[in-house]
């Protein structure tokens, strides 16, 4: 009976297996938590948290987090010096959708920061929300 069924569906049940296993992925790589738009304002305006834009140039020069800092993905590790001195304070981490910024998350923690978010949604439930993207450097 279960056997024919995922017979019948095998489209729908290898979804849920790969989505699935994306989910589990993203949770085993060690990602920082999800921070919703509201929290990431209440974090920005009374926790002074710093914003870090992990997209690639193209996305970023089309629209960002005003006074975000702009590190792509594969710069993180080489450029963590950087942000070092910020290691106390929140860091929201933000990429187009929210995926590649929770492997940057990742990073971080391994790093030693302490209060790392990634943005659920990333830019795209930013600017959806009504909130300000600049393409301002």
């Known amino acids: 009976m279960y056997m024919e ?21 993203q949770t085993l790589r060690g990602g920082g938590d999800n921070i919703t738009i509201a929290d990431a304002t209440l974090k920005l305006n009374r926790e002074d948290a710093l914003v870090i834009d ?9 629209g960002h987090i005003p006074n975000a800092r ?20 929140p860091i929201i981490v933000v990429c187009a959708s929210g995926n590649r910024s929770s ?26 929300a009504g909130l300000p993207v600049t393409t301002k450097h």
């Open 70 to 89: 702009h590190i792509a993905l594969g710069q993180v590790g080489k450029r963590m010096h950087e942000i070092e001195k910020f290691k106390n304070r």
């Open 54 to 62: 992990v997209r690639e140039t193209h996305e970023w020069d089309r």
């Open 103 to 128: 492997g940057a998350c990742g990073m971080l923690k391994r790093a030693g920061f302490e209060q790392v978010f990634n943005l659920a949604g990333g830019v795209g439930a930013w600017s959806e």
């Open 5 to 25: 069924f995922v017979q019948q569906n095998i489209t729908w049940v290898m979804l849920a297996v790969v989505s699935g296993g994306m989910l589990l992925f």
